[in-house]
């Protein structure tokens, strides 16, 4: 795992390839993820699901399971539902609540890369009601894919991927719906 791809170690173009999104988070569909997210209209998740499944299918070829990024308990609560869950469960895998988000992080959104990083480490863990079962069936020397609606900086899906690569994954794979560009500041 690197530290800080996209200061340096690894170009913009392969941090993107190794990390798939279905589309840019702008115009259309920054609108649709919005009323999805934002407004409860979890009647997108369908066909927002639909768009994750054909268009990651190498993402998804040969993956034991789908692993959705978790919120926090309190925001989970308050918006009622997870999407990323909401998404994971339309790709057509099986999907494992692996990871458990133990500290309610600030927002992300106008944070730079090197705080959104300081910001989500040590936030996720494995979860405590993950069955060792499952772990040994869908995690344990496995493919597994996380999934989540937007990427930016890819702080989130790493403290994620770190999580899950401990819990003995053999590959940790991205799948969103979108990815945000980057502004350097």
Same mark, same amino acid.
């Given at each position: 795992?690197?530290?800080?791809?996209?200061?340096?170690?690894?170009?913009?173009?392969?941090?993107?390839? /190794?990390? @798939?999104?279905?589309?840019?988070?702008?115009?259309?569909?920054?609108?649709?993820?919005?009323? @999805?997210?934002?407004?409860?209209?979890?009647?997108?998740?369908?066909?927002?699901?639909?768009? +994750?499944?054909?268009?990651? /299918?190498?993402?998804?070829?040969?993956?034991a399971?789908?692993?959705?990024v978790? +919120?926090?308990?309190?925001?989970?609560?308050?918006?009622?539902?997870?999407? /990323?869950?909401? +998404?994971?469960?339309?790709?057509?895998?099986?999907?494992?609540?692996?990871?458990?988000?133990?500290?309610?992080?600030?927002?992300?959104?106008?944070?730079?890369?090197?705080?959104?990083?300081?910001n989500?480490?040590?936030?996720?863990r494995?979860?405590?009601?993950?069955?060792?079962?499952?772990?040994?069936?869908?995690?344990?020397?496995?493919?597994v894919?996380?999934?989540?609606?937007?990427?930016?900086?890819?702080?989130?899906?790493?403290?994620?991927?770190?999580? +899950?690569?401990? /819990?003995?994954?053999?590959?940790?794979?991205?799948?969103?719906?979108?990815?945000?560009?980057?502004?350097?500041?």
């Amino acid at each position: 795992m690197l530290d800080a791809p996209l200061e340096g170690a690894v170009c913009g173009q392969c941090w993107t390839a /190794a990390h @798939f999104a279905a589309g840019n988070y702008d115009g259309a569909l920054r609108d649709i993820i919005h009323a @999805f997210k934002y407004e409860g209209r979890r009647s997108l998740a369908v066909r927002l699901g639909a768009m +994750l499944r054909e268009s990651g /299918a190498d993402v998804l070829r040969d993956a034991a399971c789908v692993v959705p990024v978790p +919120l926090h308990p309190w925001k989970r609560l308050r918006r009622g539902f997870n999407q /990323a869950s909401d +998404l994971a469960h339309r790709v057509g895998l099986p999907v494992v609540h692996a990871l458990w988000r133990v500290h309610a992080t600030s927002a992300q959104q106008g944070l730079t890369a090197t705080a959104r990083r300081r910001n989500v480490r040590g936030a996720f863990r494995l979860s405590p009601w993950l069955p060792r079962a499952a772990r040994d069936r869908c995690i344990e020397d496995r493919i597994v894919v996380l999934i989540d609606d937007v990427r930016t900086t890819g702080a989130t899906l790493e403290a994620c991927s770190e999580v +899950l690569t401990n /819990a003995g994954a053999r590959e940790v794979r991205t799948l969103t719906l979108a990815r945000a560009a980057l502004h350097h500041r």
